[in-house]
């Protein structure tokens, strides 16, 4: 069996270490995976697409029996194409769906890929009936693999202060800020250092200073630049982890 994943090309990375991603969808929904079917005596790669190698991918899938999509935001047009165009060839297609975007600019191309593959897949039941409420198309559960180093929970301040973390994407601050009253009323009681991790976010060095300085280190925030590897040297140092989400929001 041949097997492509379909990934946006700005999102692969390769190296000496092979092909790589910091998008976790991407690790987690394509490469991962494809690493599990060579290893089980399968051919299957991920390539990157994108109008400007739109021909060279259309070479590599041509013998393919399955194809996977993975969304393309960067280049919705191009996907969109290759997709429909591999569908009437009788190669049979896949689209990858683990966003809830079915509202603003990124609905038009989920719509199209859900609509024109053979089959839908997504991570979780939530996800699965969105899937249906919009489209009408159903689609098969397939979970997340696991990355990184296997750890233990712990449970073990050190009396001093409390280690905690969040890390994120620059969308979900807005859900930091708004923990930040109470996690400085919780460190009045209990001192604690809270490690931000992320990537990208325009002045949060500085909003991490200013905090510090106004609110006398009961709650110090650390601002860490996001990377694969810091993710789990802070994860195993820590005690507590705030999951970046807003309870109003869908």
Request: charged letters at 20%; a negative charge; one cysteine or more.
């Amino acid at each position: 069996m041949k097997a492509v994943w379909i990934v946006p090309q700005h999102a692969l990375k390769t190296n000496a270490g092979g092909t790589g991603s910091d998008l976790a969808s991407i690790r987690y929904r394509a490469i991962m995976p494809m690493q599990g079917l060579i290893a089980r005596g399968h051919d299957a790669s991920v390539i990157g697409l994108d109008r400007n190698c739109a021909d060279n991918v259309r070479k590599h899938i041509a013998d393919a029996d399955h194809l996977v999509f993975i969304k393309n935001y960067a280049d919705p047009v191009c996907s969109e194409t290759v997709l429909e165009e591999q569908r009437v060839n009788g190669i049979k297609t896949w689209f990858d769906l683990t966003d809830d975007r079915f509202e603003g600019a990124a609905s038009e191309h989920l719509h199209r890929m859900v609509l024109l593959a053979d089959n839908v897949i997504t991570v979780s039941s939530a996800l699965r009936q969105i899937i249906l409420q919009h489209t009408g198309k159903d689609s098969v559960i397939v979970g997340d693999p696991f990355e990184g180093p296997r750890g233990t929970p712990t449970w073990s301040p050190d009396g001093a202060r409390l280690k905690t973390l969040w890390f994120g994407y620059g969308w979900n601050i807005p859900g930091l800020m708004k923990a930040l009253p109470s996690l400085l009323e919780a460190a009045r009681q209990f001192p604690m250092d809270l490690r931000i991790v992320t990537a990208g976010v325009e002045g949060i060095e500085r909003y991490c200073e200013k905090f510090n300085r106004k609110n006398g280190g009961a709650l110090s925030l650390v601002y860490v630049p996001w990377s694969s590897a810091e993710t789990w040297n802070t994860l195993a140092a820590t005690e507590v982890v705030l999951i970046p989400a807003l309870q109003d929001e869908p």
